[in-house]
């Protein structure tokens, strides 16, 4: 093997392309990143174990770990609908070690928040959206309204008098309500809980009559015949209930409230990491048995590119923003 050798001042022999990268300042990242990871990586999660942005992040979490060589940890961190963890991540190193497994809630806190500790597009860098899951409508069984079309006739009906619940105010299921009501010309009112979960056993029991979560929260309950679906909130039907309808097929075009997950790095995060990061991210996603896990809790793999997931961000926050600003939405 030929090896090239420059003589430094001191006499000592270097390699050439060490001498190089070091006269460039460049020997220190290079190493790095060709060494990717060099410890272990956390994923943080800004929701509670058991949710599903920490399925998708610890079922990734395991693929990555076998990929990489190096334990890809999960870590939950709540607060403030998410900004606690994502925020923790963008003022982090960007040396590829700390991750967040953002959500779409990013697109809408940013114009909730009076003043945000970071920025969603220079703060953050994009590496892949895992999955999305469609918004879904759904109502208790009593309820007498077996469609859409008959939910908003039973609402026009009784004004004021049909309740949905959300999970905070500027929550997907909020907006998801506030587009609800504004679209279909209806007057429901708006029961905020600490989470979907917390407000099943209520839409169960009828003391509120509808939500409109991501449809991952109440896939359980539509298959046991708990709660009655009336229509995905999504521009197609959805693989895990395909023989259910889509907003516009039941007359309210225009009604898409997408929800996705998706792996970020702190925004200066060297380009060949995020680019490694992407190639097993995606390789993870595309494997059966994870696409199979994701199927089965109604998340579909998306496995896109960093330029095509900063895409999505950009074009959602003016979308949320605008809503907002016109149904009045505070934050919490």
């Keep these: 093997m030929l090896t090239l050798f420059c003589r430094t001042k001191t006499g000592s022999s270097l390699s050439l392309a060490v001498a190089i990268a070091l006269l460039t300042g460049f020997a220190p990242n290079a190493f790095a990143q060709a060494n990717y990871p060099e410890k272990p990586v956390r994923i943080l999660v800004g929701f509670p174990v058991g949710g599903p942005p920490d399925l998708v992040a610890r079922y990734l979490a395991d693929k990555l770990s076998e990929s990489l060589g190096k334990p890809f940890v999960v870590e939950n961190m709540t607060g403030a609908g998410g900004n606690v963890a994502v925020d923790r991540v963008a003022k982090a190193a960007p040396d590829g070690h700390t991750l967040v497994m953002a959500s779409s809630a990013i697109t809408i806190n940013v114009s909730l928040a009076e003043k945000m500790q970071y920025d969603p597009v220079k703060d953050l860098a994009p590496i892949s959206i895992a999955v999305s899951t469609p918004s879904i409508l759904v109502v208790n069984n009593d309820l007498p309204a077996k469609s859409v079309s008959e939910l908003v006739a039973l609402a026009k009906a009784q004004p004021g008098k049909l309740s949905y619940g959300h999970a905070g105010n500027g929550s997907p299921a909020h907006l998801s309500g506030e587009l609800f009501r504004s679209l279909a010309g209806i007057d429901i009112v708006p029961v905020p809980y600490r989470g979907i979960p917390v ?64 792996l970020m790095a702190p925004a200066g995060t060297p380009a060949p990491i995020i680019d490694r990061l992407q190639r097993e991210t995606v390789r993870a996603l595309n494997a059966g048995d994870i696409r199979k896990r994701y199927g089965e809790s109604g998340l579909e793999v998306v496995a896109n590119t960093p330029a095509e997931f900063s895409a999505v961000i950009k074009a959602e926050m003016p979308r949320w923003a605008k809503l907002i600003k016109d149904s009045g939405i505070k934050g919490e």
């Design 199 to 262: 407000l099943l056993p209520d839409l169960v029991a009828g003391r509120i009559a509808m939500t409109l979560p991501n449809m991952s929260v109440v896939l359980p309950l539509v298959r046991e015949g708990k709660i009655r679906a009336l229509a995905t909130i999504s521009p197609k039907r959805a693989a895990a209930l395909p023989d259910l309808p889509t907003m516009a097929e039941a007359g309210l075009p225009g009604f898409d409230v997408p929800i996705w997950f998706g």
